[in-house]
């Protein structure tokens, strides 16, 4: 069984913390789609030009279209907060997708009633997140044979939805 591969929907100003949150979640096994690497302005380039090369896509419409299959072909998605409207629109495509949300919150957010309702469960922070997505890689590597006796219903949830609850009728085994 090939390891539920994920998707860090996230501002380009958590690039570290998505980075780290990456890494942390590779050690759990997860295959990770990475667009910050993708996602990188080409040196020299002053705040202003970076933004504008992020807002126009200067590389030819790869890092939308990367980000974009991401998010509707993955397994899970990640919503890495507070956010701005691109990685908001990121969760409505997965959400659409029949793709499952972990929204980890961030510091003093509210999120909107939208983006709420496409998450499919909130975190506080990485610490919660990452527990919960230890469970999830574990049912995962048991190919979610042990789920009914799963006490936490956040990761049922995740897991049912992983197992092929989406539109998509995605599977471990994609």
Known sequence: MTAPSAYIAASFRHTHGV?????????????????????????GLSPLERRQWMDTDSAGGQVFAFC???CVTTHLVVYFGASGQDA???VGMAHAA???VLGIRGPLEGPGLMLHGAVDCWVEGIE?????LELVARHAAAGCRDLPREQDE????LCKRLKGGG???QTWLT
């Not at 759990?28 to 690497?37: A, I, K, N, P, S």
């Not at 919660?128 to 919960?132: N, R, S, T, V």
Request: hydrophobic fraction near 40%; charged fraction near 30%.
């Open 88 to 90: 908001g629109v990121e």
């Open 98 to 100: 029949g793709v499952p």
């Open 68 to 70: 974009r299959d991401a």
């Open 19 to 43: 980075r780290l949150l990456g890494r942390s979640m590779r050690a759990l096994g997860f295959t990770l789609r990475d667009w910050t690497e993708k996602a990188a302005p080409p040196p």
């Open 167 to 169: 539109s998509l009728e």
């Open 154 to 157: 956040r990761v049922q949830r």
């Open 128 to 132: 919660d997140a990452l527990a919960l």
